[in-house]
Each structure stands twice: as C-alpha cells, then as structure tokens.
C-alpha cells in the first residue's frame, strides 16, 4: 500500500464529496447540496418529467372503503368517481399531494410562522409576526371546535389528510419534488391542523390588511390631525354604485352600536406623540389591496338561451404554482366540478349539477387593536375595566435552521394576543402596546360552507351553507338552473359604530369592545333583482342607509364595480362568450372620470413641446388598458405624478410611512373644487399654490419619465406593467415573466404586476352545464412537468377552455379523457 | 505504457463493472447520493490497474453512466426543467453546460474513489 498517495486520494475524494455535500453560501442564499442535486439518480434530474408520459395507475389503499376511478383529462384535470363521499376527499388529498405536495407544505409553514425551520433566520421577521398576530392559535381553536362538535367535518378532513399521507408513505427519497431538493429539506407529514392553518392563511390574506392599515391611518391622522384626515380619507364616495343596488330599503338594525361617550375626544381625535419605537422588527409585506375579485350572475331574462349564467373570478396573487386545483368530484351524494385549494378537501368555486356559486372579498374589518396597559416589564397583568387582570402566557417555539430556537412569549388578554409590545415593534407600531382581536381567531367550520355548497340543490341550499361561514367575510353569488340568481354578503361581521376600529382603539376598559355580530339575516342579500343581475366587485356592499358601519372606505375599490354593473346594465341576450369578454374586459373607467378632471387644470400652451405631445396622446387614447396601448401608461404616469405634487407636502416630514388617500378623493375634489386647498405646497411658505400648477408640474414630471420609458422601448402597457406569474419562493427561472397582457387597477381584467384574475370561471346553467374557465398555472406543480404552466399563455390571451363536467361512462368515451388512475382498498 | 490485451480488457472489464454498480445503487434512494464512491473504491482494489488507469476506469465509469442518464432524462423532457435549473445555478440556460457538470462531477469523485482504492493493493 502506497500511504501517501493514498491518504492524499482519499482527502481528496471525501473532502470533494464533502463540499459537494453542504449547502454553500452565495451572497444571502445558500445552494443546494450540488453533489445530490446533480446526481442523474436522486437529485432534480428525477423530476423532470418524460413529455407525453401516462399517468395511468393502480393505486391500493387500505383507508379506502371502496373503489375510486380517476380519469384525468388532457389538461391534466382528474375527475374523481367515488363509491362514497370519504373516499372521493381521500383521493383528493392524494391528488393534490401528487401534483401540489411542496406548495401545500409551503404555504402552511408561512401561515404557522416555520419558514426560518427551513430557510434561517432571515425569516424570523416574517415567522414572529405570523405566531404574535395568533395564525397558530387560531387553527388550534378550529380544530378543537370542529372535532368536539362536528363530526362530518372532522371525517372530512381526516379522510383528506389520510389521502395525503397515503401519498407520502409511497413516495420515495428520490422522488420528492422538486424544491426541496433545491432547498434542502424533507417533506413531513400531512395533519387536519394543517389543513386549518391554511384556511388560516386565507383569512389573512383576506382580511389581514388591517393589520398593517390600522396603524398606518392611525399614524396618519396622528400626524394630520383628525379633521384634515376625515377630509383626504373621507369615507363618502360620491359616485358608489354599491352590491346591493341604491334605494334597496334595509331593515332596522337589531344590534345599535353606541359609541362611547367621550369617543370624540378620546378616541377619534386623538393626539398624542409616541416615543421612538425599539427592537423593530419588519413586517411581511402586507396582503395586497387589490386582493379582490369580481363575480356577477344574470337572469335568464337578459341571456339568449333564457337560463343564467354565472361568473367569478378572484383576484389574489398570482403564483407558480397556482393556489387553484382543478378537479372533478363525483360519488352518489352528488357531482361538483371547479377550483379547489391544495390543502383543504372539496371544491372552493364551481358548480354542480344544479347551481353555480362564486365569491369575492367583502373587504369588511374584522381586525381591531387595542392599546394595552402593562403592569410593568414581566406583562403579567394589564390594567382593565378598573383593576389588574392577569395575563396567560403563550408560548410559541420558532425552530431556525443552522441556530437556536427563538421563543415567542406572547401575553394573552381579554381582547387576544399581545401582538406588539417592548418585545415585537414594527415599523408603525410607535412603541405601543396592541392587543389584536380578529374574527381569524374564532373557531369557524370553514370548510362545511364549501362542503355544503358542492352538495347544494337550490337556493335554500345555498343560503344554509353560506350563512355557516364567518371569515374572510365573502359576497357569494350564486344561480341556478332553475332561473334564481342571488348574492349575499356573509360572514361574522362586527356591529361597529361609525369609524370603530378605524384607528387603534383604548383598550383599559370594555366601552370600545364589539358589541355584537350582525345577524345573518341582516346581512347584505340580494335575490332576483328587477335589473336582471347581481354583482360584485369589492366596492361597498350598501349606501348609507344601512344601519352597520362597513369599515374604512379605503378598503373599497370603487370603480370595477361601476364597469362592472354599467355593462351588464346595457347587455341583453347575453351569451357564455360575451361574459368572457367581460371578463377581460380592459376599460378603464376610473380614467373616464379622471381624465376630463385632469384636462381642467392642464395649461396646455404653458408646457413644454414634449409635455404638450404626452397629454395630446393621452387625450387619443381610447380609455382601454389593451397590453399594446401607450395612452394607459401616458395617463398613468401622469395621474401618479398629479397625486404626488399634491399629496406629497401633506404627509412628508412624518415619521413613519403614511397612507395616500383614494384616488376618487382627488378627482372628486378635481371635479367640483378648483380652489382645494390641499394643492398649496406648504413647502413653498410665501405662495400659494393652484391647483393647476400641481398638476402641470406634474405632467412635466411625468413627461421626462415617459421619454426615458420611450427610450428603453417599456411604453406600451404590458411592457410598462411587466406582469409576472411568480414562483413562490421568487425565483425568476421559476416564474412566468413579462406576460403579454392588458387589464390593471379598476380595470375589470384586475391584472397588474403580479396580481389579477387567479381563476376565471363562466358557468351557463343549461340542462347539461355549459362551462368555462382556467387559471395561470398548470395542474402540475412540478417546474419539471409538461403541465407545470399549461394555462398561463392561454389566461393572458383572454382565452378559456371548455370544462370537462360529465357522468362517468361519457367522461370515459370523451376523447379528451387520456388517462385512468385506479385507486382499490385491497 | 504498453498496453497489452489483458490490459486494456481489464480497464473495460472495470470501467463497465463501476458503471453497473454505480446504476444499480443509484436505484436505491435512502443511500447516500455518494455512494458510487465506495462501490469505485472496492472495484478498484478488487481490479488491480495502474492508479492512472484505475482513475480513469473509475472516471468513466460513473461519468459516462452519469452523462447518459441525464442526456437521455433531458432528451424526454425537452430540456424543461434542465433550462430552468442552469438559470438558477447560473449556467446561463444552457442545459449542456448542465449535463457537462453533472458528468463532470460524476467523473470527478469517480475517478478519485477509484484512485484511491488502487493505492491500496499497488506496491511501488
């Protein structure tokens, strides 16, 4: 034996192996391990996908109780047939495990606060936020309710999570998907709580906004003053064209709200300064505010074939791989087709064999803070309704990877949990001490809305399902074969006085507590309107003559909803074509109101040549968002410029980062008040600007922009908008980028960077369902997969696809059904 | 060198039987990626050639059956997740830069375990 030839070779070998075998750091993320990434034989190479492959396959299954035949059709869509309802949700777990497994972990570990299990301590901000705001003890209330007191939801999701983990007890090392080799972790197993974090997730993104929006308006009118805030962030809008049609008489309010005496005062126009804020600690970027949807249904009375049809489509962001998940569910209790979510059992928007439904986002506030008075340092008692109550400790524990654990200690009260206080601070929190209570963190049976609605034969039906549901509270349309169209307003909203819980609310005594749910019944409903239609586009559901106070009318986009309602008012022998078009509809009416205003004030004959060549476009331009138009992108540039000249002294020289206020309070003032005087620079102390100056400078301002953008070929609106379909962990190679397609803020076609339309669906209610719709994405979540973004070019093209919803021997005989996963019990 | 039959049928005999064991354990997925090393590290001492030979046989072995799993892997998937992940590492896009590394590496610590293994029996 030659030594050292030998120890030398041998170093060598184990020191490369042993390099290639460690996550290696480059800038601030970390490779994967490359020697096992690259190997042929378990790395990513295993993941990519033969093209054209089958996806035939016998599966057995001991949970099964009987036997279930998948057909998948050829955009990858199984169309499950099931001898009974456990059964068919077993395969659904199974399925969204085969095609989903990483997502669906993924987006549970963001919602309990575990990325930094995974990914390190960068995202212990991220994970600190989600366990303080109470995602995982809001979960823990759900589970505990549900399997306590109902049954039939527990099986339910039981027999989804048996599927999943069916999944995985087969799947092999090597073929785990595709990002966690990439990252360097392990799949673990599936867990009804799970299931519940993810619904979790949805409240969040649905109603969390205000959890940032709270405390920003409550920085913002601190900085104000209260009456100049109620002036920029008014809650009149003038030209609301609400869900429930003005008129529409409402009955007496059961519950009254009263302010609390000295709320005035105390409350509204408070003013206090705050000490600097320590320990601060970012924020996960805030759910988007355009996190919205629109969905509508019109009466056979203004369709050609005489029977409904049904729209929906929720904007959320867009994501590879997609939130949606195709499927099929058909067992002898009833047959539903439509968009499910990986992680949770049954369809979310769809149709069966008699009704079509949808949902769009109230947008209500269900989050609420209150300022907390501690005892002292150790939080364990807080002053409250005249003495000291005693706080209950929570204890959360954060594992980061490659460090040690963080604990969490969070201090729980009577209104929820201490979110922010001398341990967690944000960038607006200022110091205080907020306890946060959330709707999100009562126990809800979620699921058994959906559960109920894919089984639902009539408009009773539908009613008893969706008045189960309590948050994010959704507007739920809803038509039917039988002619009934309707949407309802649903979930468990507060009974607010007006302007409760706008701004962080005194928390020492009970006077500023909820004071009750609205009833069901008095929720916001419409049925069978005279007009012909019922919609929504996330604009306030009623005018002012409702009883309940909705919520800041910043969380109400204004303008769809008028697009919306003011074409379908004018449409009459609608077909399922004709709803796609709406769908994609591209006009701009926001800029039909503000584009005149602007003209008011712009001194054409005072701007320079360029300046004066931008507005003449913009003035050509035929008020449609169409990806090739440059018109958009000319009056975009120059309205944000007009809103900065005139903003932009008000809430410079704050502190912290402040709120703009809407776009219609500009314009309204525009319209009717040339002498506004927010447009003065008080910058500028000896002057007094007009507002025909701000809006001039503006367009200059604008104009140079806009010759750069020329420049660098980025005029036209797509490729201004630069719309991406983005990975989830971000990943450009991942990601869809630079679509080209129209659409944007108040645009019915809510398409902007990377958020829009994340499921179109159109469903005309003939005798055999006549339905539309797709997603961008692909079924498969594999980056390695043929069918990983099947639909993405398609969705921006405007384009649908024809849904498969059919009786299995004839889904069996369609030419599109390609393949047949066989699932046995023994 | 010279290389004589027996030689040169030794070298094939090693390169073939390195590659055999390397696909054959590979199909194992709870082992280690890395596990080829070992199996070249044993090859090497029970087939006796010269270091330089022993590495390339060992090189080859594991690097050709690398290469062609991952030509032919990349060839039924149209370069799809190949062009995605030489983005990502970054290679620029190029999934034969990606299929030279993978092989490149294979043959690397192929080569090496091999060489090491030879020192074992060999004598000066």
Known sequence: MRILPFIASTLATVGLISVLNIQLKTGKTLTPKLGYFLSPQQGFWKNAEKVGASFDANIVAKDLKGNVDVYMDDRLVPHIYADNDEDAYFVQGYLHAKFRLWQMDFQTRVASGRLSEIAGADKLTIDRFFRRLGMVYGAEQTEKYINENNPVMKATVDAYTAGVNAYLKQLSPEEIPFEYKLMNYQPEEWSPKKTYLFLMFMSYDLTGRAAAADLQLTNTRDFLGYDLFDKLYTNQQDSLDPIIPKGTSFAEASIKPTKPVGADLAYLKKKETTDEAQNISSSPEAPDKNNGSNNWAVAGSKTKSGRPILCSDPHLGLNLPSLWYEVQITTPTHSTYGASFPGSPAVIIGFNDSLAWGVTNAGRDVLDYYDLKFKDSTQKEYWFNGSWQATTNRQEVIKVKDSADVVENIAMTHWGPAMFDAHYQNEQSMGRNLAVKWTGHNASTGVETFYKLNRAKNYDDYIGAINLWKCPGQNFVFASKTGDIAIKQQGSFVARWDRQGDFIMPGEDSSYDWQGFIPNEENPMIKNPERGFVSSANQKSVDSTYPYYLGTASSFPLYRGISVNKHLATMNQITAEDMQGLQTNNYNVFAEVARPALNKFIDINALSSDAQKMVKEMNNWDLYNHENSKGITIFKLIWDSVENAVWGDELAGAKVKLTKPEAYVLVDQMNKDSNFIVADDIRTKNKVETLKEQVNLGVEHATKKLLELEKENKITWASFKATSVNHLTKIPALSRLNLPIGGGVNIINATTENHGPSWRMVVHLTDEIEAYGLYPGGQSGNPGSPYYDTFVDYWAAGKYYRLLFLPKAKLIANERTKWHIQFKNA | ?124
Do not use: C
């Open chain 2, 1 to 124: 060198m010279k290389i004589t039959e027996s030689n040169s049928m030794k070298f094939l005999v090693g390169t073939l039987v390195s590659a055999l064991v390397t696909y054959a354990i590979g199909l194992y997925g709870n082992l280690p990626w890395w596990s080829f090393a070992i199996s070249n590290f044993i090859i090497a001492i029970l087939i006796t050639q010269t270091p330089f030979k022993s590495f390339l046989s060992g090189a080859l072995g594991v690097g050709l059956t690398w290469l062609t799993l991952a030509m032919i892997i990349d060839q039924q998937n149209h370069h799809l997740l190949s062009g995605k992940v030489a983005t990502i590492l970054p290679l620029n896009g190029s999934y034969v830069a990606l299929i030279a590394i993978t092989a490149f590496v294979g043959f690397l610590i192929g080569g090496l375990s091999a060489l090491a293994g030879s020192y074992v029996r060999k004598t000066a």
